[in-house]
């Protein structure tokens, strides 16, 4: 089936420090991938996608690419800020689903960024 | 645009007892799903539907009930609670199709003592 990894957390970076977060997947055919955001007492929201090998997505300084030869989907940022504190959520979609739009979640990664 | 609406915010429930979380949108999406979140486990599926009147289980439907009369509404009911029912639960909604932008709600964080 299809499935998700993401970098074990917690992360604690202090301010401006430089962020990865590793994902990888599994999945049949060419699936979608998701990188989603969650602030604190609040719902996921969409952070970034792409939904081809080598896309890029890019949101608030963020980016991810989509790379099928690693299965990857790790994201990055050059220069975090304390309002980036939250758990990011690795997903995907995957072709040949009954419904192209059900979503795997990767266990997410809690960052938190100090002044 | 409300988006996507969830109630209550908060509930306490006691084992055996039923009830229903509420969820709606009105982005005339035709997918809606329910997921429910515990520490550690990411976001697992409950149940999701592709329009009204068609609804199917995801990874964890065990103790859990849909209907989706509507195209806006997709009501989950706990039919017997259970302290494992202790979760946040989560409502998403989008149009169909693998590239496209799930909506969530704020959740329901639920404790069934």
């Known amino acids: 089936g299809n499935s998700v990894t993401q970098m074990e957390g917690p992360v604690t970076l202090s301010e401006e420090a430089f962020l990865t977060i590793n994902c990888t997947y599994t999945a049949t055919g060419y699936p979608s991938l998701f990188w989603y955001v969650q602030y604190p007492g609040e719902g996921l929201q969409l952070l970034l996608k792409a939904t081809k090998a080598d896309d890029k997505g890019s949101n608030k300084g963020f980016e991810a690419t989509y790379r099928k030869e690693t299965t990857s989907f790790h994201l990055e940022k050059g220069s975090v800020q304390v309002s980036d504190s939250a758990v990011y959520f690795c997903?995907?979609?995957?072709?040949?689903?009954?419904?192209?739009?059900?979503?795997?979640f990767g266990e997410g990664t809690q960052l938190t960024v100090n002044p | 645009n409300a988006g996507v609406t969830q109630t209550p915010k908060f509930q306490v429930l006691k084992t055996g007892q039923s009830m229903t979380l509420q969820c709606a949108q009105d982005?005339?999406?035709?997918?809606m799903s329910w997921y429910r979140q515990d520490p550690g486990m990411g976001l697992r599926l409950i149940h999701y539907s592709v329009g009204a009147g068609i609804t199917d289980q995801g990874e964890v439907p065990n103790g859990y009930n849909v209907s989706r009369s509507t195209t806006e509404d997709f009501p989950l009911r706990l039919l017997s609670a259970a302290p494992s029912q202790t979760s946040v639960y989560f409502c998403?909604?989008?149009?169909?199709?693998?590239?496209?932008?799930?909506?969530f709600g704020p959740g329901t964080r639920l404790t069934v003592l």
């Open positions: 997903a995907l979609t995957a072709p040949g689903e009954t419904s192209g739009s059900r979503l795997t």
């Open positions: 982005m005339n999406h035709e997918y």
């Open positions: 998403a909604s989008s149009y169909l199709g693998g590239g496209n932008e799930q909506f």
